[in-house]
């Protein structure tokens, strides 16, 4: 079955639909069936709706991050150092890819998060 025309609501061809759904109406669709010979007109309307949750993004995996390691975890600096993160004198903070951030269990320590 091939798609004709979609048409909105207000264009000729969806005023009997407007007339029974209102303004629930978000489209009118003619649909052909080359192999029965017939014309199907569906239209489609809004059953439901509710304001939009947005969801936080996650960053890519390799994108790099700053994270706040306190002076005296040196431990915690040495794990950093093992998977590549670097030092940044500038902002006082280290940086590594997401992924490790997430391997290493360190989301709580973004900065900027």
């Known amino acids: 079955m091939r798609t004709g025309k979609v048409l909105k609501p207000g264009q000729p061809g969806t005023k009997k639909w407007m007339d ?16 029965l010979k017939r014309k199907v ?14 969801r936080p993004r996650k960053p890519p995996l390799n994108k790099r991050m700053p994270v706040k390691v306190g002076y005296s975890e040196t431990a915690v600096r040495k794990l950093i150092k093992s ?3 670097r030092w940044n004198p500038q902002k006082r903070v280290w940086e590594l890819p997401y992924r490790e951030i997430l391997s290493l269990g360190l ?3 973004i900065v900027g998060n």
């Open 107 to 109: 989301q709580d320590r």
């Open 41 to 54: 007109i569906t239209a489609e309307r809004i059953v439901e709706e509710s304001p939009k949750e947005e």
């Open 20 to 35: 029974k759904f209102g303004s629930k109406l978000y489209c009118v669709r003619y649909r052909y069936d080359d192999i």
């Open 83 to 85: 998977v590549g993160g």
